[in-house]
């Protein structure tokens, strides 16, 4: 099964196996410890100082009339938790939820929200050096979310801010 799984996020071109991934922290160093993870065959990086908690994509409870990139909401532990659909949230065509779809639990000021992306792969050091400031783009473009950019391997990771992927308006719509 391993050996399957390993194939697959192979083909998928992830950085690494994400079962095997690294929590070296680097104190002391100019940098930030980010986790990697893919969404629409991009990679993706976010602070894991932001990272609650990685959990396998789980049964989520439906609540009408919210926005289409707000699938609803699970029970962590007796805690809800209401979950985005990254992806949708982007504006990226829908795409169907596969065994290796992860939810990330982020806090997002005083609010717990989970996060659905395609894959969890790594967790990595980057020095200040290595992170490129945001392309920039006319002010009609919504680029709040963007961190950075940096080069990992053989791939361009996007930095994103989660703080800064829902504006107010949307964080006041998730206020369980």
């Not at 929200?113 to 020095?127: E, P």
């Not at 801010?161 to 964080?171: A, H, K, Q, V």
Request: net charge negative; hydrophobic share 45%.
């Amino acid at each position: 099964m391993t050996s399957d799984i390993n194939e697959e996020l192979a083909q998928w071109n992830l950085l690494d196996n994400y079962e095997d991934i690294d929590l070296d922290l680097h104190y002391g160093e100019d940098g930030t410890q980010v986790l990697v993870f893919s969404l629409m065959n991009e990679t993706y990086g976010i602070d894991i100082l932001k990272v609650m908690e990685i959990i396998n994509f789980t049964r989520i409870t439906q609540i009408p009339n919210v926005p289409a990139f707000i699938c609803g909401v699970i029970n962590l532990r007796g805690v809800i938790v209401p979950v985005v659909d990254l992806g949708k949230k982007f504006g990226f065509p829908e795409r169907p939820y596969t065994k290796y779809t992860i939810i990330i639990v982020v806090q997002v000021g005083q609010k717990l929200m989970g996060v659905i992306v395609d894959a969890v792969s790594d967790v990595t050091f980057l020095s200040s050096a290595n992170i490129q400031p945001p392309p920039a783009f006319s002010e009609t473009i919504d680029v709040r979310f963007l961190q950075g950019m940096a080069q990992i391997k053989d791939n361009l990771m996007i930095l994103i801010d989660i703080e800064g992927i829902m504006s107010e308006e949307e964080l006041g719509l998730i206020s369980l």
